[in-house]
């Protein structure tokens, strides 16, 4: 039985996103008794909410902005890669296992974008609303970075393992 590339790409990718969006809501969900409303992206926030936790000196002035600074620049990185090797790779093959490969970085394309968009407005949104910041929402983040890393990297070794 021959399955289409898009079909492997699709269910290697979403499965991924899958998996990792499942696991980690129940992660950050935490157990019963402990359960958290919301989570916290700046250390100040939470020691204000929390003033019996002892945070380390230097959490005091922690901000999260430099952080997304880093965070998109890496996802930058991977979109720029991978639509380079999408747009000049294997230009003149019909090869399909390099139509899969060229999906899976399709797909990390897309990840990465959701992971940035998604970053940024949770931050805006927590910067008006402390309590925004849900479970969910933290799962969704995470799920979308690394399901953008997994398809990168399952992408090139793909494409590597096939040539």
Not at 83 to 112: C, E, P, Q, R, W
Request: with cysteine; aromatic share 20%; glycine share 6%.
């Amino acid at each position: 039985m021959f399955l289409s590339p898009v079909v492997i790409a699709s269910i290697w990718s979403l499965a991924c996103e899958g998996l990792l969006l499942f696991g980690f809501y129940f992660v950050y969900r935490g157990p019963k008794e402990n359960r958290t409303s919301h989570i916290f992206f700046n250390p100040q926030d939470y020691a204000k909410a929390y003033p019996e936790a002892k945070l380390p000196e230097y959490s005091k002035e922690a901000k999260f902005d430099s952080f997304i600074t880093q965070y998109t620049g890496m996802a930058k990185v991977i979109i720029g890669l991978a639509a380079a090797s999408i747009s000049f790779g294997g230009l003149h093959t019909t090869d399909v296992n390099v139509f899969t490969a060229k999906m899976l970085l399709a797909y990390s394309i897309a990840f990465a974008l959701a992971f940035s968009i998604a970053v940024i407005n949770f931050y805006e949104n927590y910067l008006h609303g402390l309590e925004s910041y849900k479970s969910f929402k933290c799962a969704m983040v995470e799920s979308f970075g690394l399901t953008s890393l997994f398809c990168f990297a399952l992408g090139y070794g793909y494409w590597a393992w096939h040539l």
